[in-house]
């Protein structure tokens, strides 16, 4: 028996979801960057550490995925997906105190919204880019 070959959606179908998970997926990333920044400058007890040095720490993994990220590329979408992860293993671990928990809360719910918005831009953007290149016409 033969594979059915899978239909790619059309382009009126992809094009405003690329779209919309590319915004999406900016604001979602941007809205984490800026509640670790609101967290450790404002409310974070570093028990006498700078908190500006610690928040540099924290930013570097992300400042190496902007440009890729204002840039719209797929693939450096799909490295965050990568990185964001180190995120939402961090919030959950500071779920778990009860000094931290709601910023945990939040940071785990920030890190999931970056990850499936940027994945979903990837899937959607190499399906657009097969249709627009002529497969499955």
Known sequence: MA???KVLPSI???EPRVRLMRVLSLVCFFGLIGLLCA???AFANLHGARPWVILLIELVPLMFL??????GSARGHSFTCYVVNLYLIKGAL????????????LEIA???????????????RYQLDRRLAGEGA
């Not at 009860?98 to 945990?104: A, C, I, K, L, Y």
């Not at 920030?110 to 959607?124: E, G, K, P, T």
Request: net charge positive.
């Open 3 to 5: 594979k059915k070959p």
């Open 12 to 14: 009126a179908w992809l």
């Open 39 to 41: 967290y450790y400058l």
């Open 66 to 71: 902007v440009p890729g990220m204002l840039m």
């Open 94 to 105: 500071a779920a778990f105190d009860p000094n931290r928990q709601v910023f945990g809360l």
């Open 110 to 124: 920030a890190s999931v919204a970056v990850f499936c918005s940027a994945m979903l831009y990837v899937r959607w």
